[in-house]
Every structure is written in structure tokens, then in C-alpha cells.
């Protein structure tokens, strides 16, 4: 496993709305995917994954999109809490090699 | 146990002194991984242990830098040499198929 890259982009959205992170994966034989949360002083949570065949999946609050063209990952969160502000890590998997995306700082405004 | 457990939570420590950090992966679980994230960062991979394999040390930033695993399941993670860049949270996680589990983590400090 390696990190892609270690700069940490913020994005910031009004509770009650809906949230929207990206994440760009390298490998096109990465064959299931991950996104963890990581609040603030403890590890990273696992959220939600999807397998390479399926290019949507939803959990509560939680919606998974996979674009294989672009190598493209994104998390949606629906009707932002102030309990969601947290970072954002997206991990590809291929075999056990774990690759983590540089991650998203998910701030939420009152 | 139930989940992976890092010992110590935090550690302060003099520059030039060795320091060991030790992770307790879940039972049953054959990879483990160990990560640096510094304040505000993302995280950066040190070493990689699957089962009997060789580890992947190719994240390990110097060789001050060093990771055991004994017997399959506990893991030691040792800086020599410390220095105030070393300064990190320094997290454990193991799996054992495709999800990975982390620890809480050992805050390193180094004065």
C-alpha cells in the first residue's frame, strides 16, 4: 500500500445539504474499493465499499459511485450532519495491496 | 481482541532516543499495515506484512526505520535515533481479505 499523494483538499457545504467527495484511483485491475472516515484523534472508519463490477451502491445516507472509464470514485452524503465533518479517505484494492487517496477534509457549516 | 489495538495512545520522547510501537492486529487477520499520517495529512504507507511473505518495506522513509512481526500476529514498529520530524500519528491496520481495520493510532512526539 502507498498514498498517492499526502496534501489534504477541504471541502466545505452547509448542513443539510448533500455532499459530494472525489477521488481519482491509478489502477485499472484494482478490483474493489473503500471509503473510510477518520474523525478527529481516532483511526480511519470503514463507510461504505464497492466491487469493480457494480457501478453504484447505497447505504444509509451513503451512496458510492464508480466510473471505470475515468478511474473515478466518488462519496455522496445526503443531507450533510455536523457529525459527518471528518477527513475522507478512498482506498483501492488489488489482491491485499491497500492504496489510499490523498484524502478530503469534510467540513460542515452550521 | 476485538479490533486492532496500539500501544502506547501517545508517546513522548527525547530526540536520539529508539522508540518502539507496537500493534495488535485482529486474531486471524494475515496482512498488516503499518502507516505514518503527520498533523493535517493524508496517509503515508511504511511496510506491508502478508503472512509468511517477505514485508514490502518500500515506504519506510530511512533506515532509522524498522517493523517486525512475530509469529504471524503482533507487530513492533521501531525508530531509532529519533528525530523531530518523526514526529506523527502512526497507524496499524490489518485485514484479512479486502477490508483493512485500523487502530487508534500512537502519537509520536518527539521534543
Known amino acids: 500500500g502507498e498514498s498517492v499523494g499526502l496534501h489534504l483538499p477541504t471541502l466545505s457545504v452547509q448542513e443539510g445539504d448533500n455532499s459530494i467527495i472525489n477521488c481519482a484511483y491509478s489502477?485499472?485491475?484494482?478490483?474493489?474499493f473503500i471509503w473510510y472516515k477518520q474523525e478527529s484523534g481516532k483511526g480511519p472508519q470503514f463507510i461504505i465499499d464497492?466491487?469493480?463490477?457494480?457501478d453504484k451502491r447505497q447505504g444509509q445516507r451513503v451512496t458510492v459511485l464508480l466510473n471505470k472509464t475515468v478511474k473515478h470514485l466518488s462519496l455522496q452524503i445526503a443531507a450533510t450532519q455536523p457529525g459527518d465533518s471528518a477527513v475522507y479517505f478512498c482506498?483501492?484494492?488489488?489482491?491485499?495491496?491497500?492504496?489510499f487517496g490523498p484524502g478530503t477534509r469534510l467540513s460542515v457549516l452550521p | 481482541g476485538a479490533g486492532v489495538s496500539q500501544s502506547p495512545s501517545n508517546k513522548v520522547t527525547e530526540k536520539g532516543k529508539d522508540v518502539e510501537l507496537r500493534c495488535d492486529p485482529i486474531?486471524?487477520?494475515?496482512?498488516l499495515y503499518w502507516y505514518r499520517q503527520s498533523l493535517g495529512q493524508g496517509l503515508e504507507f511504511l511496510i506491508y506484512?502478508?503472512?509468511?511473505?517477505?514485508?514490502?518495506k518500500s515506504g519506510l522513509p530511512s533506515d532509522r526505520f524498522s517493523a517486525e512481526r512475530t509469529g504471524g500476529s503482533v507487530s513492533t514498529l521501531t525508530i531509532q535515533r529519533t528525530q523531530q520530524e518523526d514526529s506523527a500519528v502512526y497507524l496499524c491496520?490489518?485485514?484479512?481479505?479486502?477490508?483493512?481495520?485500523f487502530g487508534q493510532g500512537t502519537r509520536l512526539t518527539v521534543v
Open positions: 491496520a490489518s485485514s484479512l481479505d479486502t477490508r483493512a481495520f
Open positions: 489502477n485499472s485491475a484494482s478490483d474493489y
Open positions: 464497492i466491487r469493480s463490477n457494480m
Open positions: 482506498a483501492e484494492i488489488y489482491g491485499q495491496n491497500f492504496v
Open positions: 486474531s486471524g487477520h494475515t496482512a
Open positions: 506484512f502478508q503472512g509468511n511473505s517477505a514485508p514490502d
